[in-house]
């Protein structure tokens, strides 16, 4: 069986984590006001008889929106935010909307068009307008460009999912379509100062991928849509409306505005803040495990690639820790981070957390230390079509799993995790954490 100290520990680890990206308490560690200045990381803005308005998207959009409301009490005019079904949630001076997610829906549809006339209406150069953001902020406030539907944007998307496009490219695409995303949320700004506050669910940091950044200049082009196309000989199979549009724009047409670009004037209004993020959530874990007698390394906040190879990563890592001592000796704690995809071909139940530690569970089956133990969880509390977050193994997981007739190499084929851990007790639930800065990876390893 699994230590039930190494349970303890990784739980109280995690939890740390969770706790140092949990929206209110981020926004509200770079957002203060004293008297008639407010200090948003290094900037400050005088809100002296000054009307502030607030909007925003994503999943952790009620609990930031709180923040931002008792850090400005009665100087907050009035708000829209938009976040995903059963995350909505009472707030004083900002309207909640529901909508789809991840599959964008007439709701959305809706409600972003809700949010562009509050903007629209209210919003001048004497204002500052603050924006939340945090994951699920894009597909959240679809608002295709004139002579697009929902539904061309659609089975655009499903066509780059299907050939294999990237999502740097597929988003190259979703930004010459919208008239929020790509920094085109400023066109409806009024000239008002932005602050836009962000909770990062994207490898890297990348602001112009956050919720498709829109409040962030976009280097893309019409020209590199085009060649996206090309690229995956799909150009035939997108909608009319679409292909349209982006051979007006990349041939200049004034039909086809460009999304906005650095050094843009307005962007000299703008102050984009990422105040919670997967390496922030990582020093919280390093430090608990720290004070319970772990040494932590940081290996990467960028993990990326395949989940087998990233598991195959940290097994090779961890073994070096028992063989050598090697780059750290046990006690210790290797945390990472990002996001590794699965690549799905079963008819399973699972998320790319379980997967990743059903991954280590087989290459560490012949393994003879019983103080390791693998984990990884979503920091939004849900992997995959689930109720749990992830999963934990350790060398003896293979063993008392043939005890049960399960086959680990049959679940990894049916991509099954799920089934496979829950029949040994050994997934991690939480329940939705509100909050999403993508996956964390723990190993810890007792003694060696």
Not at 246 to 262: F, I, R, Y
Not at 264 to 286: K, R, T
Not at 378 to 402: C, F, H, K, N, Y
């Amino acid at each position: 069986m699994i230590s039930a100290d190494l349970r303890s520990s990784l739980e109280k680890i995690y939890r740390s984590a969770f706790q140092a990206v949990e929206p209110e308490r981020a926004v509200r560690a770079f957002l203060n006001r004293n008297g008639d200045t407010l200090t948003v990381a290094d900037h400050s803005y005088s809100v002296k008889d000054r009307r502030i308005f607030l909007v925003g998207a994503g999943k952790a959009g009620v609990p930031m929106a709180r923040a931002v409301e008792t850090t400005l009490s009665e100087q907050l005019s009035s708000g829209v935010v938009v976040v995903p079904h059963h995350y909505g949630g009472q707030l004083e001076a900002t309207t909640v909307l529901e909508a789809g997610h991840t599959e964008p829906d007439q709701q959305g549809l809706q409600a972003a068009q809700q949010m562009l006339d509050f903007l629209q209406s209210e919003l001048t150069p004497r204002d500052l307008l603050i924006v939340v953001f945090s994951g699920g902020g894009s597909a959240l406030l679809p608002a295709p460009v004139s002579g697009v539907s929902l539904e061309d944007k659609r089975k655009t998307t499903a066509l780059l999912l299907k050939s294999g496009a990237t999502i740097q490219e597929m988003n190259t695409i979703r930004k010459h379509l919208s008239r929020i995303k790509g920094g085109r949320l400023l066109n409806h700004t009024g000239g008002a100062q932005v602050v836009t506050l962000l909770l990062s669910d994207v490898v890297g940091d990348d602001l112009t991928s956050i919720a498709s950044g829109p409040t962030v200049a976009d280097p893309t082009t019409f020209a590199d849509c085009m060649e996206i196309l090309e690229r995956y000989a799909i150009g035939k199979y997108v909608p009319e409306p679409v292909m349209e549009h982006l051979s007006h724009g990349s041939k200049g047409s004034n039909a086809a505005a460009e999304t906005l670009k650095p050094g843009e004037p307005c962007f000299d209004q703008v102050q984009n803040v990422i105040v919670g993020s997967n390496i922030l959530a990582h020093q919280a874990a390093a430090r608990k495990a720290e004070q319970l007698g772990f040494a932590p390394l940081i290996l990467s906040s960028s993990i990326a690639g395949d989940t087998a190879s990233a598991a195959g990563l940290h097994v090779a890592i961890a073994r070096e820790v028992l063989c050598s001592n090697h780059p750290l000796p046990a006690p210790c704690c290797l945390i990472s981070g990002g996001e590794a995809p699965v690549h799905v071909t079963g008819d399973g139940k699972g998320g790319r957390n379980q997967e990743f530690v059903l991954h280590c569970a087989r290459q560490i089956q012949d393994w003879q230390s019983s103080q390791v133990l693998f984990a990884s969880v979503g920091s939004d509390g849900i992997d995959g079509p689930t109720d749990a977050a992830g999963a934990l193994a350790s060398p003896d997981t293979v063993r008392r799993a043939q005890l049960k007739s399960l086959s680990v190499d049959d679940y990894l084929e049916r991509n099954d995790s799920y089934h496979f851990f829950s029949q040994l007790q050994d997934l991690i639930i939480t329940g939705p954490t509100q909050t999403n800065v993508m996956d964390l990876h723990f190993v810890l390893i007792a003694h060696t």
